[in-house]
Each structure stands twice: as structure tokens, then as C-alpha cells.
């Protein structure tokens, strides 16, 4: 189970740090992956990280503004969003998966068996 939160109303220009907490032994073992759904659009990628830590994969519309990284020791991943713009507005969703995979496999959603319930993000301008 997964439990995403940290969502909220900002400004242009601001921050925002999401988490999301697993009640799960195997946390260590998942490869965990953060989506988007804006209003009228599709689901989209955002960032993921694998199960060590060790490897990243960013949107390139969010590469260099926001940090996906995780603590394997209180089972939680966290998505730091820096520089926030309207366009950022949407529904996150944090997401796990297990097994082996590629960079490929963890920016889609189809890879992805577990997710969260979402969080809402606004950012004014």
C-alpha cells in the first residue's frame, strides 16, 4: 500500500516536497516511480528511482527543478519540487514496481503494479 501526501496550493516560484510511505518489508526491493495527471491530459512521468538509490530518470520538463530520492530505512521516497510553474498543476501519483528493469520501463506507467491514491498540486501564478 501506498500512501502519497505533501501536496498543496503554492505560488510560481515555490517549493514543494511530496512523499510516499509504503507499508511494505520489501520497500527496499522497489523500484518507485512519481506521476502527473493534469486536468483534461493523460498521465505522465515524472521521476522514478530504482530500488538502491543508484539510478535516477527525469521528465525533461522537470530535470534540474525536482529531486526523487528515497530512504530505504523508513520506507518512504520523497519528490522535491523546486521552482514550481502553473504547468506543474496536477494530481501526483507516486507508483512501485519489483523485478528487473530499464530506464525505459520505469518513465511508463504499464511497468508500474502498485499505486498510490495521489496528491493534489496548484500553483498559482
Known amino acids: 500500500q501506498l500512501q502519497a501526501s505533501g501536496g498543496g496550493l503554492v505560488q510560481a516560484g515555490d517549493s514543494l516536497r511530496l512523499s510516499c510511505a509504503a507499508s511494505?518489508?520489501?520497500?527496499?526491493?522497489?523500484?518507485m516511480g512519481w506521476f502527473r495527471q493534469a486536468p483534461g491530459k493523460e498521465r505522465e512521468f515524472v521521476a522514478a528511482i530504482n530500488w538502491s538509490g543508484g539510478s535516477t530518470y527525469y521528465a525533461g520538463s522537470v530535470k534540474g527543478r525536482f529531486t526523487i530520492s528515497r530512504d530505504n530505512a523508513k520506507n518512504t521516497d520523497s519528490l522535491q519540487m523546486n521552482t514550481l510553474n502553473p504547468e506543474d498543476t496536477a494530481v501526483y501519483y507516486c507508483?512501485?514496481?519489483?523485478?528487473?528493469?530499464?530506464?525505459?520501463?520505469?518513465?511508463?506507467?504499464?511497468?508500474?503494479?502498485?499505486w498510490g491514491q495521489g496528491t493534489l498540486v496548484t500553483v498559482s501564478s
Open positions: 511494505a518489508r520489501i520497500f527496499s526491493s522497489l523500484h
Open positions: 507508483a512501485a514496481r519489483v523485478g528487473s528493469y530499464s530506464g525505459s520501463d520505469l518513465k511508463s506507467q504499464y511497468e508500474y503494479a502498485y
